[in-house]
């Protein structure tokens, strides 16, 4: 079980006056992050895990900082009691392997342009000499760290969640906050962002000291949870590593659509067919997702691409979550068993507490992994499951599918448990029911489609995961003659 920090804070903060220049500038800048062409947004959709989080809460882009309330929260009678929040860490730079294909794609074109001048036919300057001198600002130690955006994420995030969730997230309870958090420091330092949110929360206007001067101290690293694919040998030997196991993904990028795509974008910059493939086709893509992201700006590199292309290369990356982290195989969902329990015990916990009339001893616990932290849970629980599955010949008939990457776990993707205690109701049972969120919009239970559970009827449907779903069974690899369980 996880210890309970004491999150007190000091309110002797030494250096204010440099802490508060510092936050003042960062929500100077929160104007210039949104899109300054709505050119840019109507890529926006099609990013995949690379989306920002207000491109798929439109509800939060008029002010992100808004207490928006979904109408369908429970209210009334029933009070909340404890909250248990999955938090994806916020928007990011790109990995060193990004960065390193982008410089390659950045090198072809340069060569290109010196070898013509960057003219078109017509005399006029084109896109692949545009996008040659275009600065790569992009650097190898960036290497998906936390950009300001993404600790800006956080801090908003904190800010609605306890106007939402007034009573969990009072100053009283403040003191039993519970984080736990991946040791990535995109992720650290999410948590990090989020407490100084709080901060924000209840002291308006008093700069937050570094999180090492919190009484609390950061949150608490575990991977074992948080990580949980990094512990499970039987997902690492048949499917982190197995070359095979993203066959799928392999064989759309030498199919129809993506072919098509990078005859075009050969065309378009005047390079040889013959010196991109997908992947840099792929990472040109992102780096119209990065710019806007992290800068608020329309690259050129969005102008290379049209909507139509764009959901060819989501489809592209949505294949590669659905068969590395979705239903492709059953042990990506199955090696999350350990998480989706901890969950269940913190929940069965705050109802023992609350049932002999005891405070609950961690009305909130926060959470904050990777989209490769939430996406198996939630396949676990059966949520986004098409009738057929991905695959890289039906890539048409899967147009209107419900797995779409970006629109699950976005920058700071959010999973939400809320246990309310209902006074009044009469049978035992339904004194304690459960509402699940994501990205702050009520999620209708995957078996019933209904907005609110009995808490013993949700603890029923998911009995064969509560009880018999054991890690170092389901990670333990087969002896001898293992069939393979792809879909």
């Not at 210039?32 to 709505?38: C, F, N, S, Y």
């Not at 049978?427 to 969120?437: A, R």
């Amino acid at each position: 079980m996880l210890r309970a920090p004491r999150c007190l804070l000091r309110t002797s903060v030494a250096p204010a006056a440099a802490l508060a220049a510092a936050l003042l500038s960062s929500f100077a800048r929160c104007s210039l992050l949104e899109p300054r062409d709505p050119g840019a947004s109507s890529l926006s959709p099609y990013f995949g895990t690379k989306t920002r989080y207000e491109d798929v809460s439109p509800g939060l882009l008029a002010g992100t900082e808004a207490p928006w309330r979904d109408p369908e929260l429970l209210e009334g009678t029933c009070t909340p009691v404890q909250l248990v929040a999955l938090i994806r860490h916020g928007t990011r730079y790109p990995t060193a392997k990004q960065i390193r294909k982008l410089r390659q794609l950045h090198g072809l074109l340069q060569a290109r342009g010196s070898r013509d001048g960057g003219a078109s036919s017509t005399g006029s300057r084109d896109l692949g000499a545009a996008l040659a001198d275009w600065p790569l600002w992009y650097a190898d130690w960036m290497d998906g760290q936390l950009v300001e955006k993404g600790r800006q994420d956080m801090r908003q995030l904190a800010l609605r969640l306890a106007s939402l969730f007034p009573t969990l997230f009072s100053l009283e309870n403040y003191g039993r906050l519970r984080l736990i958090t991946s040791s990535k420091h995109r992720c650290v330092d999410s948590g990090a962002a989020f407490l100084q949110g709080l901060w924000q929360h209840y002291h308006p206007g008093l700069p937050p000291p570094d999180v090492a001067d919190m009484e609390c101290g950061p949150p608490r690293v575990n991977d074992k949870l948080m990580r949980f694919f990094d512990h499970c040998e039987k997902f690492l030997t048949e499917v982190e590593r197995n070359a095979t196991a993203l066959y799928h993904v392999e064989a759309f990028k030498t199919g129809p659509e993506m072919q098509n795509i990078l005859k075009k974008v050969a065309a378009t910059l005047q390079v040889p067919v013959n010196d991109l493939n997908a992947d840099l086709i792929q990472v040109a893509f992102f780096t119209c997702s990065f710019d806007l992201a992290i800068k608020g700006v329309k690259s050129p590199w969005c102008d290379v691409f049209d909507i139509d292309d764009a959901k060819v290369l989501e489809y592209l990356n949505d294949l590669k979550q659905y068969w590395k982290r979705g239903y492709g195989y059953t042990i990506n969902s199955r090696s999350s068993c350990t998480l989706f329990q901890d969950i269940f015990q913190h929940l069965d916990k705050a109802v023992e507490q609350k049932q002999r009339s005891q405070p609950v001893s961690s009305p909130v616990i926060l959470q904050f992994g990777h989209a490769e932290t939430l996406l198996p849970l939630l396949s676990l629980m059966g949520y986004f499951k098409d009738k057929e599955p991905l695959t890289a010949y039906n890539y048409k008939e899967q147009m209107h599918r419900k797995f779409r990457s970006g629109h699950i776990v976005p920058y700071a993707s959010n999973l939400i448990f809320v246990l309310y205690h209902c006074e009044n109701a009469k049978p035992p049972k339904e004194q304690f029911q459960v509402q699940m969120l994501l990205n702050e919009k009520v999620l209708p239970l995957a078996y019933s489609q209904e907005t609110v559970s009995f808490y013993e009827d949700l603890k029923n449907h998911y009995k064969d995961i509560l009880q018999s779903c054991q890690t170092s069974e389901e990670c333990e690899l087969a002896k001898a003659n293992s069939t393979s369980d792809e879909l």
